[in-house]
């Protein structure tokens, strides 16, 4: 659905976007991370063609964004429907006039528009505020209207700058809920930008890490958050100390293995000792997942290695000897 091929954008010399490569598929949410002025936005807005780029390919629907006339890009941005972390609202105008503005731009007729703007503020919850000027709004309620009216044209894509980072913890949920409802409903792709790993964990199904305009970890969320590399680790802030002594496994649980039980039983069953050195579990979307350290002794290592893979292939296990 979108195709980035080593994608490079400059600001005057400065490269903001340097060789970003990366695919997105139809009806999934994919997550972009990284810390402010890695070069989330930018990368966002050259997918709808607000930025353009200088070297590279990008193509959203098999076409090359940077191709497009103006034509062109007004019919791909029917299609791509966006939302903010300040939602972008004009102050003047009702809740309803908010949300009709992208219809009344294309044309479309009274009677259509009132279908319309009824049926997207049912969608997101706002029946009774129709009437209401943004300024009567709460934050949450303000990107309920911003998101109906994203989604006025019916697009495809939905992208998301930072659209809960100005919102409550509790707020962020609704929002991210409401999100996630959509995307399941109506099929919609969505490309959420955000610095909040816990937006991540709770509605992605992959993401990128980008800093300073790179690519420097990819993968499912599953496999970003139990087995990050350096850089994400960084990123989430979890530097692993482990001991000097022995040799450390580090041990994954998906969802359908219980740690409990295979701790329980090593330690029963190979009858050695062992340390937990470092462990977590994390809620991803709606699944459970654990990662562990233990510590075990040099000459134990095999028969640990061994029980852990008589478990099947469910997990994966890292040493660091040290
Ligand atoms: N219009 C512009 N002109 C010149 N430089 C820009 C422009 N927009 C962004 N930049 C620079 O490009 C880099 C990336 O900016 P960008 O806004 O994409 O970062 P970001 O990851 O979205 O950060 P944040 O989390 O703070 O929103 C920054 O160094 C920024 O200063
Ligand atoms: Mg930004």
Redesign the pocket.
Request: glycine content about 8%; some cysteine; hydrophobic content about 40%.
């Given at each position: 659905m979108i195709r980035i091929k080593n994608l490079k954008k400059y600001?005057d010399k400065?490269l903001?976007i340097n060789d970003v490569s990366c695919e997105i598929k139809p009806g999934e949410i994919f997550a972009i991370v990284?810390h402010?002025?890695?070069?989330?936005?930018?990368l966002l807005r050259c997918i709808n063609g607000l930025e353009g780029y200088q070297d590279g390919s990008l193509k959203v629907f098999d076409k090359e964004i940077s191709q497009l006339n103006e034509q062109g890009l007004r019919e791909l941005r029917k299609d791509i429907g966006m939302i903010f972390q300040h939602f972008a609202l004009m102050s003047r105008k009702t809740v309803f006039e908010n949300v009709a503005m992208p219809l009344v731009m294309w044309g479309w007729n009274k009677n259509d528009i009132k279908d319309r703007v009824e049926e997207l503020l049912k969608l997101v919850g706002l029946e009774s505020k129709a009437n209401s000027y943004p300024s009567q709004l709460s934050g949450g309620q303000k990107q309920r209207v911003a998101i109906a009216r994203a989604l006025a044209l019916k697009p495809k894509i939905l992208l998301s700058d930072?659209a809960t980072s100005a919102l409550d913890p509790n707020t962020t949920k609704q929002i991210l809920s409401l999100l996630a409802k959509i995307n399941q409903t109506l099929g919609i792709t969505i490309v959420i930008?955000t610095?909040e790993m816990d937006v991540v964990k709770s509605i992605a199904n992959r993401a990128i890490l980008l800093e300073g305009g790179v690519i420097t970890n990819s993968g499912s969320i599953v496999e970003l958050f139990l087995n990050p590399n350096e850089n994400m680790k960084k990123f989430l802030g979890e530097e692993e100390i482990l001991p000097n002594d022995g040799v450390n496994i580090k041990i994954f649980f998906p969802p359908d293995v219980a740690m409990h039980s295979i701790i329980t039983h090593m330690a029963r069953e190979l009858n050695i000792d062992f340390n937990i050195v470092w462990g977590k579990l994390e809620k991803l979307g709606d699944k459970v997942l654990g990662s562990l350290v233990i510590n075990v002794e040099p000459k134990d290592e095999l028969k640990v290695e061994e029980f852990i893979k008589s478990k099947g292939a469910l997990y994966e296990i890292i040493k660091e000897i040290k």
């Amino acid at each position: 659905m979108i195709r980035i091929k080593n994608l490079k954008k400059y600001y005057d010399k400065h490269l903001t976007i340097n060789d970003v490569s990366c695919e997105i598929k139809p009806g999934e949410i994919f997550a972009i991370v990284g810390h402010s002025g890695a070069g989330k936005s930018t990368l966002l807005r050259c997918i709808n063609g607000l930025e353009g780029y200088q070297d590279g390919s990008l193509k959203v629907f098999d076409k090359e964004i940077s191709q497009l006339n103006e034509q062109g890009l007004r019919e791909l941005r029917k299609d791509i429907g966006m939302i903010f972390q300040h939602f972008a609202l004009m102050s003047r105008k009702t809740v309803f006039e908010n949300v009709a503005m992208p219809l009344v731009m294309w044309g479309w007729n009274k009677n259509d528009i009132k279908d319309r703007v009824e049926e997207l503020l049912k969608l997101v919850g706002l029946e009774s505020k129709a009437n209401s000027y943004p300024s009567q709004l709460s934050g949450g309620q303000k990107q309920r209207v911003a998101i109906a009216r994203a989604l006025a044209l019916k697009p495809k894509i939905l992208l998301s700058d930072e659209a809960t980072s100005a919102l409550d913890p509790n707020t962020t949920k609704q929002i991210l809920s409401l999100l996630a409802k959509i995307n399941q409903t109506l099929g919609i792709t969505i490309v959420i930008v955000t610095h909040e790993m816990d937006v991540v964990k709770s509605i992605a199904n992959r993401a990128i890490l980008l800093e300073g305009g790179v690519i420097t970890n990819s993968g499912s969320i599953v496999e970003l958050f139990l087995n990050p590399n350096e850089n994400m680790k960084k990123f989430l802030g979890e530097e692993e100390i482990l001991p000097n002594d022995g040799v450390n496994i580090k041990i994954f649980f998906p969802p359908d293995v219980a740690m409990h039980s295979i701790i329980t039983h090593m330690a029963r069953e190979l009858n050695i000792d062992f340390n937990i050195v470092w462990g977590k579990l994390e809620k991803l979307g709606d699944k459970v997942l654990g990662s562990l350290v233990i510590n075990v002794e040099p000459k134990d290592e095999l028969k640990v290695e061994e029980f852990i893979k008589s478990k099947g292939a469910l997990y994966e296990i890292i040493k660091e000897i040290k």
